[in-house]
């Protein structure tokens, strides 16, 4: 988006929703993004200070939901396999630079990867060959020591190594022991790997995404394992309160197809209630029209006019056809949805003759809701990004200077802090150890063996 659009966009009263693209003024839109309602902003302490969550997850939805908690202040410790350790580790490029000066234990290995850098801030890695039985011996004291153990292990794998749920809570009874899977502790697909891609096939999510004529399309980030770690994160949050009110640990049991099948939301609901199979419909809405990206000049944009009033106003202000929202054809939504294909050439004709700037200027502030389809890097240049500083600039002692897209949420009008960079493999190994009570003689032997 060019720099003069941004501009304007903010004068308009610009927000992050397309909704929001109506008739806000400059000063509500400047309250509202500077929270300023006469109170300092003081954001609140950290409300899972003090707890420990020992985190046996890699790759994206264990990781995600195990830096959340760790956002939110708790010490998560991330075991990782000695040698290569988490599977994201190796998923370069893109990687970080890499200083000259960077420490020398960690010189043996590879730039820190783009990847695992997105869900790991705010954490511990420590390396342990837990199948040994010294390194067993320090799962076990970790989980003495633990509130919370995260795990994305094939179900029932872990048991095989002495670290079930069966196994932790005898050390640990008030341990909250949250395991990961791709279909869950039981069923016949409960010992099966889960991937996100597979399980956006398997669960719905590919038939109802792509153009209506074109094969299914997987959505364009792991979707799955995203909102997989989010359901992960509420459950931990909600068996620590839980655990508040009876001492009790908990054992929970979320999965990759669970989570994708709730997140199919009114689709699965069409069909449960009515039969209705679902349906791949591109970027349009099967109920509202017009609700869906069109091609301009030079570019796309999203158009969403989802009732009668909004119709109106771009019936009259964009595609200059004032008679359109009197036509029977077009005169509420349901005769849209069944016209759909002459009132979505119509659009498309008139908006192909001008470039994208130009609609977006005349959409600003008409009370239409719409957006332009920003790349990442247009994405990052929107000015909401920098007024609401959703990217924070880290050191990290391998990479020098990093950024990372902040913590989703503020309170009171304040982030959470970004209070570790994401670590490099093995880097607090010897720390997490010693407050565990090994010597340094003890932790050179487990060295030189290579448990650790």
Not at 66 to 84: C, F, Q, Y
Not at 225 to 239: C, N, S, V, W
Not at 258 to 266: K, P
Not at 415 to 422: A, C, G, L, Q
Request: contains cysteine; proline residues 8%.
């Amino acid at each position: 988006m060019p720099a003069v659009l941004l501009r304007r966009a903010v004068s308009s009263g610009t927000g992050s929703r397309i909704a929001a693209r109506g008739r806000r003024t400059v000063p509500r839109y400047a309250r509202a993004l500077n929270v300023d309602h006469g109170a300092p902003v003081h954001g609140i302490p950290p409300p899972l200070q003090g707890v420990k969550i020992l985190d046996l997850t890699r790759v994206l939805a264990g990781p995600t939901s195990t830096m959340l908690l760790a956002d939110l202040g708790a010490d998560v410790i991330k075991v990782e396999e000695v040698s290569r350790g988490d599977d994201t580790r190796s998923w370069n490029p893109p990687s970080a630079p890499l200083l000259a000066d960077a420490p020398e234990q960690a010189s043996h290995l590879p730039p820190e990867s783009a990847y695992f850098l997105a869900v790991n801030r705010n954490k511990r890695s420590i390396t342990v060959n837990f199948k040994q039985p010294e390194g067993l011996a320090i799962i076990h004291k970790l989980v003495k020591d633990s509130d919370v153990l995260v795990e994305n292990f094939i179900s029932g794998k872990l048991a095989e190594s002495g670290l079930g749920w069966e196994d932790c809570r005898k050390i640990n009874p008030r341990l909250i022991y949250a395991s990961i899977t791709g279909y869950g502790q039981t069923g016949p697909f409960s010992k099966a790997a889960g991937y996100d891609v597979i399980v956006e096939a398997e669960a719905g999510l590919m038939h109802i995404t792509g153009e209506p004529d074109g094969p299914p399309c997987k959505v364009g980030v792991a979707a799955t394992d995203i909102a997989t770690g989010l359901y992960a994160h509420g459950a931990i949050m909600a068996a620590l309160l839980s655990r508040q009110r009876t001492g009790k640990g908990v054992w929970i049991d979320c999965n990759l197809f669970e989570s994708q099948l709730a997140g199919l939301a009114n689709i699965a609901s069409n069909y449960l209630i009515a039969g209705q199979e679902g349906g791949r419909h591109g970027t349009a809405h099967p109920s509202i029209v017009p609700y869906q990206v069109f091609p301009c000049k030079d570019g796309f944009i999203m158009i969403g006019a989802g009732n009668d009033k909004q119709f109106k106003l771009f019936a009259e202000n964009i595609l200059e056809r004032p008679d359109l929202p009197s036509d029977p054809k077009f005169s509420n939504n349901k005769a849209r949805v069944a016209n759909r294909q002459e009132l979505v050439s119509l659009i498309t004709d008139t908006l192909q003759k001008e470039g994208r700037d130009h609609w977006i200027e005349k959409l600003t502030g008409l009370g239409v809701p719409f957006g332009p389809i920003n790349n990442i890097r247009q994405t990052f240049a929107h000015p909401q990004v920098a007024a609401r500083e959703m990217v924070t600039e880290v050191e990290h002692p391998r990479a020098g200077k990093i950024k990372l897209v902040s913590p989703a949420v503020s309170y009171n009008g304040k982030r959470m802090p970004i209070s570790r960079p994401p670590p490099y493999l093995s880097q607090h190994t010897t720390e997490v150890l010693t407050e565990l009570g090994y010597s340094e003689s003890e932790i050179a032997g487990l060295r030189e063996k290579k448990i650790i």
